[in-house]
């Protein structure tokens, strides 16, 4: 087998307060191939964030990591946020999702990027330069060697979600994480960054952890999906077999209340609110929200069951159809 | 953010004395501002000496159990006149950090509210009298009403208030175009609701916290006045005029400079904390850290 | 006879700006029946916001007209349009800054009726506590400050506040893009539940057609100003005519993996509103583009044997 692009053992994030530790992440383990793209859909508060932000020293200095993380098979020192960061650099690029708030307002995209390729990977102006105006113009940024002398301001939104993605590939990275790359984008322009994540990644070996709420943009791009609930991973399988057979309740629910176009049906809506964190409950996190429990989803906290296909937390889970 | 329990939430000055004690600046500030007032409002009773009685005979003695502070050069004792002089500078501040904030803030809160050109001209009027070196239009403005303590309040209060037009302004501006102003206009609420009721409890945060900093800053600026001779006078009891009468005996008499000094220090270090304090204490949102 | 709620003809919005006129909202017509749902959909940047503003009066038009139950907004005296406001509720996007965060959400609920309709005290109580039982928030919440909600229960607390005259009509303005995915289907369901049980008419404005579909009757696609496909949302979800519109139904993710490799990409990005193309506005992006495309301005026409109007060469 080949060595994971992105791997993470029981990863578990605690937020230290004067009033106690706050866990918001509870042991979360996954695998990324190079190459592939898995995708992490979870609501507000599920912890869908905080999972790449502790492997990557993204949280706040009151927060506690534990765990293991690996990037191409090196170990990534968790212990403090700025050891984590020295450790990802080089193998882990971001792409977050407001394009507008990721680049200073005050500086051409061309000293920014350049500043950033040389930071992650350690090349000189020149070739860093050089590796930005090449991103460019693989993006299809009109002009690329104009695009590059432009302000922030001066780019549109998706233009600017390009000149990050050019950014990320330039520090060829083994990992990429993408935080909701394109919720702030038309779905026009939602659907061309897709396709060029999608086509990046394929051909340069990149393992992509998608992050998004949005089950149809998983359809798009993933070949694998992690559900979050609550800061645990509830599901874990193919694409197709997520989307199309979901075993866990959770999952379920959260596609039945997708929106569909050319289904003009009422929404099946989950009653309630996503639990917040810190919030101790006795059994399934799901259960108060869920429409099939029993008495152990109650009483008994349901453990991630690996089967060979796919994985899932419910002690109830939805029949497996016989096509 | 999830919903809160609402059964057993305690009342809202409950909470608010629970964030003054949790929140340390604010305490220590507090404490000493307290220790000020006191000194203010019991002057009569806390002082041992007619803050104006002239004793030649004990002129210029330093601090001992008879006069706390010791004596100045008019045999004044400097401990009962320390304490007067905290009314005065109180009511100072407070009047000139009052009347500058009762003028500023409408100006603002309009300006921002109504824009375009109306509002632009607002603030460049506003803007004219920033336009002069700090202690300049005080002195300008005294030498036009006059000397005394009430013309230099004025004379603070004119050079103050642009400040808080142009902090309300900021935050008029941004308030302006939020949706709860936007849907209370659609509402076809009227302008003076939608000024006071939405408008201003979300723009006078700044102003206050302003105002706070400015209590401490104000109670200097009118002491330098006094000290440059254009604001209280004999026989006003005021620290700025404590420092200047007894200027030229600072060298020898440490004390006749130094208590009054160290009056005015105590208290807008004490003022400055509590402003601190104040801002936190104003935000909904915040736990008073 | 039914009357239209709202009808809206020729609304133009011209913004000067130092690059050159923007045209914001150009030439839009439509109307909005007792009971219905007008959409109007299009990517950021196409009016759809400002046609709202233009609407609610929060911003003048530059000229065509509005009018509200038979009153024509442009000639109506204040105290006409003072009541017309009453008529018409709006909620916005951002659920976070549509509450005023220093008045308790029973104030800002009630605040509408106490102004126009002088309740007060128990009276005013009850009623705030029925809209918000309407919307299915606690009666308890009244006396809460909007940051002790999450999104989607300040959503309802605007929706409630919307609902508190009585209004004929309420403008959406992408009520539930900020919200997640359960929580926006809990309030697509509830604005569905208040047309049928209240018929109110919506002005539902959102860059997202999988939301839309649920509570449209008719459908307004616009693009850089000009309305370039409308009429029966069934039909134009069905069926989509003008090349833009189904691009952008083409853009929609869907929910099936398979269909991946059936999709075609969107070409081009929209163009900046200041330099719209000549011509069809759509024509630097159209892959059908003719060569009157670019220098005539398709006019929105009568599709034969549909209920649907475009504004394209190619259906005329």
Redesign the interface.
Known sequence: MTVPAFSVRDLRVGYSSRRGVTQVLHGVSMDIAPGEIVGMVGESGSGKSTTPSAALGLVTENAIVTGSVEMAGQPIRLGRAKETRQDARGKASVIFQQPMRAFSPYDRLDRQITDAIMAQIGVSRAEAHQKALDGFTELKLPDPALALRKYPHQMSGGQLQRAMIALAFACKPQVLICDEPTTALDVTVQAQVIHMIRTLAEERGVGVLFITHDLGVVAEICDRVYVMYSGQIVEENTVNAVLKQPRHRYTRALLNSTPVMGEKTRFQTIPGNAPGAGEIKVGCPFAPRCQATNDLCTTEFPALQHQAEGSFACHNPEPLETV | MTAVDTSNEPSRWATLLGRVAGNKTFFVGFVLFIIVLIAAIFAPLLATYDPLAINFDDKLLPPSLTHFFGTDELGRDLYSRILYGARTSLMIGLMVTILAVLIGTPIGLIAGYAGGRFGFWLMRFTDVFIAFPPLLLPIAITAALGQGLYEAMIALSISAFPWYARIVYSESQRVSQSLYVKSAKASGFGHGRILFKHMLPNCWTPAITQASMDFGYTILAAASLSFIGIGAKEPDIEWGLMVATSRTKFLDFWWVAMMPGFAILITVFALNLLGDGVRDLLDPKGDGK | MEQAVLEVSDLCKFFPTPAGLVHAVDHVSFTIDQGHSVAVVG??GCGKTTLA?SL???IKATSGHVIFEGLDTATATRAE??EL??K?G?V???PH???????RVGD?VG??LK??RGMKGSELRAKVGQLLEDVGMPV?AA???P???????RQRI?IA?ALA?DPHLIVLDEPTSAL???????V??LL?DLKRDKGISYLFIS?????V??LADTLLVMYLGRVVESGSA?EI??NPKHPYTQ??????????????SK?T??KG??PSPINRPTGCPFSSRCSQVMDKCRDQVPELLQVEGANVQTACFLNQ
Not at chain 3, 180 to 186: N, P
Not at chain 3, 207 to 211: D, E, F, P, Q, Y
């Open positions: 990517e950021s503003l609610l009066q929060l349009l003072l406001r009453q018409i709006v916005f996007q951002d800054s549509s509450l005023n965060p220093r008045m800002s605040e509408a102004v126009h308890s006396e809460r400050f940051h002790q909600f999450s999104g989607g229960q605007a506040r005259l997640d995915v359960s929580v926006q289907a809990q697509l369901n569905a860059h997202s057609l999988a939301t579909e649920y069934d979800f069905a691009m952008l139904v083409g853009s929609v993710p869907q929910l099936d993996p398979d269909m991946r999709r990409m969107p990005e929209i």
